[in-house]
């Protein structure tokens, strides 16, 4: 499909793969904005049944470009950044929570900050015995984004989701 996704039909399934294991398949604006217009080109496409989201590699996702935002940050230009990647990501999960198709993620390894949040917006999750998930963004001073304050509480018990949220362990 893409340079950050991947795109394979078979039988009727969408499998959309993240890929870029080498970072660990970053949402960053050009995944992000990659991943918005593949969903939205299966959603009316009657052929598809059901859309699988996994990443390639040893990750799900480890979340947001830790190098991107770091380099924003140096050159004084994290706020927009940041501001025009959550309006990208929040469309994103409130797109999977309203899709026309059940949306299944398929977590393969690491799931962490907004990779974890990609997984809680879908349907379902099938994880491996590999599958690790962590909200991080405590680690860097951050509140959960991407949905996770709201999606995170209606997971897990609200005591569960807080601690997770608050200590960022896996």
């Not at 309006?87 to 990779?115: C, D, E, F, Q």
Request: glycine fraction near 8%; proline fraction near 3%.
């Amino acid at each position: 499909m893409g340079e950050k996704i991947d795109l394979v039909i078979k039988h009727n399934v969408a499998i959309v793969t993240l890929k870029d294991p080498e970072k660990l398949n970053p949402l960053n604006m050009e995944s992000a904005k990659e991943l918005s217009e593949t969903l939205k080109s299966l959603e009316d496409n009657e052929n598809i049944r059901c859309v699988i989201i996994t990443g390639s590699g040893r990750a799900f996702s480890a979340g947001g470009d830790i190098k991107k935002f770091k380099s924003s940050i140096e050159a004084g230009i994290a706020g927009k950044e940041m501001e025009d990647l959550l309006k990208v990501l929040y469309t994103i999960a409130l797109k999977l929570r309203l899709y026309p198709k059940p949306v299944i993620a398929s977590v393969n390894g690491w799931a962490v900050g907004a990779g974890m949040n990609l997984a809680l917006s879908c349907d379902f999750i099938i994880a491996s015995e590999k599958a690790r998930f962590r909200q991080s963004f405590s680690k860097l001073g951050l509140i959960p984004g991407f949905a996770g304050t709201m999606l995170l509480s209606r997971q897990l018990t609200w005591q569960q989701a807080t601690e997770m949220s608050f200590f960022g362990d896996t």
